[in-house]
């Protein structure tokens, strides 16, 4: 008898998947009619708006920092499938605050060509799939479902699918439909499942085909791009040429080797990607800098442990939370470390280390890790009775109101990220002066901290020492 329901059941969840199924096609189909998707070969666009750097907030209250798009053009094909976009922004935050670049000086042109090959990583192909033609397109082709959704009072047709980094793409269909937002989950070495959505308002009539004229993008939790369309043309010629005869996504260059250089007794610099100092303690491993992304921070702690065998990596200090200095922590929270941090980093950090990485799982999420994150106020010293370690906060800093240097005063050395980044040394200082370097000076002399070197995490190309002369002649001294 038990048997025989189980089957019952089972039956049943078939035809109701079955039912789902054929439900989905009726809805993309009409959505498909009403949003001119077999028509819509080829649209073009420009824009104005705005961009905004992702994980690059002056503190965690912030969105992310914002730039403004000068012009702003897209041509997208939709049965290549292939798109490119060509922007010139300018500095948006006056003054500057937070990070991304900042503070530009003139014009920045970029530009992106995506060009859907068996290659291209999904990530990529959402800038098309994400759009509300292609999102009927990629819909039509998968194993879609249907559900009945109410957001905000207003109810949606919810067509579902499975993208192919296996997180469900969904597209909310209004009454209308149109399709109003799309939204779905991109893996972040830092921020994990990252939620990203795109939000389409404003529909215009073009040539027939409805299309929105008010796009905004969230990665994150917040914007990264809000743009207004204008001069939309759809179904002329567009040519899309791979850059460089390259079509897709050139294969990634594996990480270059840790490399060290001892500072001074107990004191090595780690190279080959962001710089990373480790501190041999009597009983124990401090390292300063988590790198970029895991894999940087496995080859740290690996060298780091190559230079000082048979001790615990005990703290992990992390300078701030900006998503190019933070995406290496979760190799730590493997490691069981515990992370220093500025005491208004330190809630941010312990929520967003223990979001789920279920996309491309790190360690730390294969090994059911949680971080432990400890505050640091104004300044704190690290000292076995032998060795000192000083770590200071930097105030009055737009780049990061969390930012912490680290000061060794024996070897007469300061680590600090993002105040100073240089530039080849034939380059001469911008004018005016960027207010990230004039305020890491500044905070120098306040501590009274006798500096003879600067190292800087995002370490000079031509692995020059940087000398605290030359940080005083960028700062106007």
Do not use: C
Request: charged share 20%.
């Amino acid at each position: 008898m038990a048997r025989k329901s189980s089957l019952v059941l089972m039956f049943a969840v078939a035809l109701a998947a079955q039912g789902s199924a054929q439900d989905a096609k009726a809805v993309i189909a009409s959505a498909s009619k009403a949003m001119g998707v077999e028509t819509l070969k080829t649209i073009q666009y420009s824009a104005t708006g705005f961009d905004f750097a992702l994980g690059q907030a002056p503190n965690a209250a912030s969105p992310w920092p914002k730039f403004i798009n000068k012009s702003y053009t897209r041509a997208i094909d939709f049965e290549a499938p292939a798109s490119r976009v060509a922007r010139v922004r300018v500095q948006g935050e006056n003054p500057p605050r937070g990070g991304g670049q900042q503070p530009i000086v003139g014009e920045q042109p970029q530009n992106q060509t995506i060009i859907v090959t068996a290659t291209t990583p999904w990530v990529q192909q959402l800038e098309i799939w994400m759009l509300p033609q292609g999102f009927l397109r990629a819909a039509a082709t998968r194993n879609a479902t249907v559900a009945s959704q109410t957001v905000g009072g207003k109810k949606f047709t919810v067509i579902s699918f499975v993208g192919d980094n296996k997180a469900k793409v969904n597209g909310y269909i209004n009454a209308q439909n149109m399709v109003e937002r799309v939204e779905t989950s991109i893996d972040n070495p830092f921020l994990g499942d990252m939620p990203f959505e795109a939000i389409y308002t404003d529909y215009k009539d073009v040539g027939g085909v409805p299309f929105p004229m008010h796009i905004v993008q969230k990665q994150g939790g917040h914007p990264i791009f809000d743009l207004n369309l204008a001069d939309v043309t759809i179904n002329t010629a567009v040519n899309i040429q791979p850059p460089q005869a390259q079509g897709g996504a050139a294969p990634a260059a594996p990480p270059p080797a840790a490399q060290s250089e001892k500072l001074g007794d107990g004191v090595y610099l780690i190279t080959g990607g962001y710089a990373v100092i480790a501190v041999d303690f009597k009983d124990h491993i401090a390292i300063i800098e988590s790198g970029q992304n895991e894999a940087r921070a496995l080859a740290v702690i690996a060298e780091a442990k190559r230079l000082i065998p048979n001790k615990p990596i005990k703290y992990l200090i992390n300078t701030h939370s900006h998503i190019d200095h933070s995406s290496g922590l979760r190799g730590f929270v493997a490691e069981g470390s515990t992370i220093l941090t500025y005491q208004s980093n330190k809630a941010y950090l312990e929520k967003v280390l223990s979001v789920p990485h279920t996309l491309n799982p790190d360690q730390a999420q294969q090994q059911g890790k949680k971080p432990i994150v400890e505050a640091v106020g104004e300044k704190r010293v690290l000292t076995d009775g032998t060795r000192i370690v000083e770590l200071h906060h930097l105030r009055n800093f737009g780049h990061h109101d969390g930012m912490l240097v680290v000061y060794f005063p024996k070897e007469r050395a300061l680590l600090e990220a993002d105040g100073y980044n240089p530039q080849a040394a034939s380059a001469t200082p911008p004018t005016p002066r960027s207010p990230y370097t004039v305020s890491l000076y500044d905070n120098i002399q306040r501590l009274k901290l006798d500096v003879v070197r600067i190292i800087p995490v995002h370490y000079p190309a031509d692995n020059r020492p940087i000398a605290m002369e030359e940080l005083a002649r960028w700062a106007g001294h």
